[in-house]
């Protein structure tokens, strides 16, 4: 007999248009670029700021930069890392990469040398594209002791034409030549024209390495397919009902799933328009909705709350705005409600993570989603197609739950990574005879819906962006006052969540540091979205008895 799951209830819900299942079996990322390349040739591809970049454009831009990549001996399984904010060379790069069958290793910009350090020794890249900029900030040496042979550098403002008036986000940029890098426009130089040889690339090849957060703590990279996102892309397509009228808002960093597959993924496959502006700033992004008539994009609920804030807010023409979906972090009905009173526009929910390569749910587009009675918590959506997805017990994950009763949301089809990169241990422990065990807790309701209740790591999400406590521990205990330090993720209006530490300074030294000094010594060493926001200082940290910090006991203090 088949269990509640494998019934899907949640397909009453699908729209007319939305098939059960997606025959895409044979499909690939960059075979859908290539077609759309192929077929749409003179097809706006990027908007970038107040330029276009065609589809031809791109598509003859990323063959010479995989020639350029060949030349250096780059070959299928290669790693390459991209390491840079939301500008067209961010896809150029994604594309050539493709093209040879190298792997993309998206990392996020605001990463130091210790972070990325870690990431090129796991990921064993043999090149490093960032910006200028960045690279100038850098102290090189560290490349030393990685398997990088050469440093590729870029600015954003490369893409835009000679002469052209600079965007208030582009003001301070400027070209900066970097010593022992390679610049890489002047890299494709000697490759104009030119092209490589192409491996066969299948559906079962890894597109990307996208780094995450697991259970250990370390960040794991996810080995994204090229059928993964294939797939992914098309459940998007079909539950968005995308078509080629649509046009797409860049507003989610690239180098994070919802940007490799909401945004990039997308685009290429419905051969539509990718609106890029650098980094998120809510005037630009208003002014770009209404220049260029975006209709669709997933973003963190942060984003809609700081376009609800700004006073451009009543000014734009947003009408064209329709497919407007937030995902990363919950969304609470209030903000979704409030967003509609002022735009007309309603707020869509999706649901998924890295390892299910984005969306595993999803509202579709002209549903809205219910409200939990018990709650008050909007529903996440239903199970996107050809896929199935289960409440497991809590304690042993063996034991499917009947609807309404809460547990771990499990995760099965062609959304699911096949695994982690050189972690066999890690890949067994979350992904179970093709179940992927995503950690968070949640309930299905009688009719299909999904609601996301809990987590059930200790992981914080800060407007979008996962936060390991023990990241922001280490960087703590670096400071000479710092005996005991723990940190938890408070609830934020804005961010979701934001990051807070309880610590515990050595005797003598309650004097001699301030919460903010420790918040500035933290800030110079991470990832802005990683350091906290608040600093509470404590006798003494609680614990167990076997010495292990009691995280629990320190939440809502």
């Known amino acids: 007999?088949?269990?509640?799951?494998?019934?899907?209830?949640?397909?009453?819900?699908?729209?007319?248009?939305?098939?059960?299942?997606?025959?895409?079996?044979?499909?690939?990322?960059?075979?859908?670029?290539?077609?759309?390349?192929?077929?749409k040739p003179d097809r706006p591809a990027v908007f970038y700021f107040d330029h276009e970049i065609s589809y031809q454009q791109m598509d003859l831009f990323s063959d010479e930069l995989a020639a350029a990549f060949a030349d250096m001996n780059i070959r299928k399984g290669d790693r390459i890392v991209v390491d840079l904010q939301n500008v067209p060379q961010f896809p150029v790069a994604v594309y050539a990469a493709w093209k040879l069958g190298a792997i993309v290793v998206p990392l996020n910009?605001?990463?130091k040398e210790k972070e990325l350090a870690y990431f090129l020794k796991d990921s064993g890249a043999a090149l490093f594209l960032t910006h200028d900029e960045i690279a100038n900030s850098l102290d090189l040496s560290f490349l030393k002791e990685t398997a990088v042979k050469a440093v590729i550098v870029t600015s954003p403002l490369d893409f835009l034409p000679e002469g052209a008036d600079l965007p208030k986000l582009l003001q301070r940029p400027r070209k900066i030549a970097v010593p022992e890098t390679l610049d890489l426009m002047e890299f494709i130089k000697p490759f104009k024209g030119k092209t490589a040889n192409s491996p066969e690339i299948r559906p079962e090849d890894i597109a990307y390495l996208t780094y995450t957060s697991g259970t250990t703590g370390l960040p794991k990279g996810a080995m994204n397919t090229h059928g993964n996102i294939a797939f992914n892309s098309r459940a998007y397509q079909c539950m968005q009902r995308l078509d080629a009228n649509d046009v797409v808002l860049g507003v989610a960093p690239l180098f994070h799933v919802t940007g490799e597959i909401a945004h990039l993924g997308i685009a290429a496959l419905a051969g539509i328009p990718l609106i890029l502006y650098y980094r998120f700033d809510p005037g630009e992004t208003l002014r770009l909705i209404e220049k260029w008539?975006?209709?669709?994009?997933?973003?963190?609920?942060?984003?809609?709350?700081?376009?609800?804030?700004?006073?451009?807010i009543h000014k734009r023409d947003l009408s064209s705005f329709v497919k407007a979906y937030s995902g990363?972090?919950?969304?609470?009905?209030?903000?979704?409600?409030?967003f509609e009173e002022v735009t007309g526009l309603y707020l869509y929910n999706v649901y998924g993570m890295t390892e299910c390569n984005s969306p595993s749910h999803l509202v579709p587009w002209g549903k809205r989603a219910p409200v939990d009675p018990e709650s008050g918590a909007l529903s996440v959506g239903v199970p996107v197609p050809g896929c199935v997805m289960k409440i497991m017990d809590l304690e042993k994950g063996t034991r499917e739950l009947p609807p309404g009763e809460v547990g771990e949301i499990v995760d099965s089809g062609p959304i699911v990574i096949p695994g982690y990169w050189e972690k066999p241990e890690e890949t067994a422990h979350a992904i179970r005879d093709g179940w992927l065990y995503t950690g968070d807790v949640g309930k299905m309701d009688e009719d299909g819906w999904f609601y996301l209740v809990d987590r059930k790591k200790d992981m914080i999400v800060a407007s979008g962006y996962k936060v390991w406590p023990r990241d922001v521990e280490d960087v703590l205990y670096q400071h000479p006052a710092v005996k005991e330090a723990a940190v938890v993720g408070e609830a934020d209006p804005y961010r979701g969540e934001t990051v807070k530490a309880f610590v515990a300074l050595k005797e003598g030294l309650a004097d001699s540091v301030t919460a903010d000094e420790l918040i500035n010594f933290c800030k110079a060493r991470m990832a802005a979205y990683k350091y906290p926001r608040k600093v509470e200082f404590v006798a003494e940290i609680p614990k167990t008895l076997t010495g292990k910090f009691l995280r629990k006991d320190l939440r809502g203090k």
């Open 1 to 39: 007999m088949e269990s509640i799951y494998e019934q899907k209830p949640w397909l009453k819900h699908y729209p007319e248009w939305a098939p059960e299942n997606l025959d895409c079996d044979s499909k690939t990322a960059i075979g859908d670029f290539r077609e759309s390349a192929t077929l």
């Open 109 to 111: 910009p605001m990463y």
């Open 293 to 312: 008539h975006a209709t669709v994009t997933v973003a963190a609920i942060t984003v809609y709350i700081a376009l609800l804030n700004h006073a451009d």
């Open 328 to 338: 990363g972090a919950p969304v609470s009905e209030a903000i979704v409600s409030q």
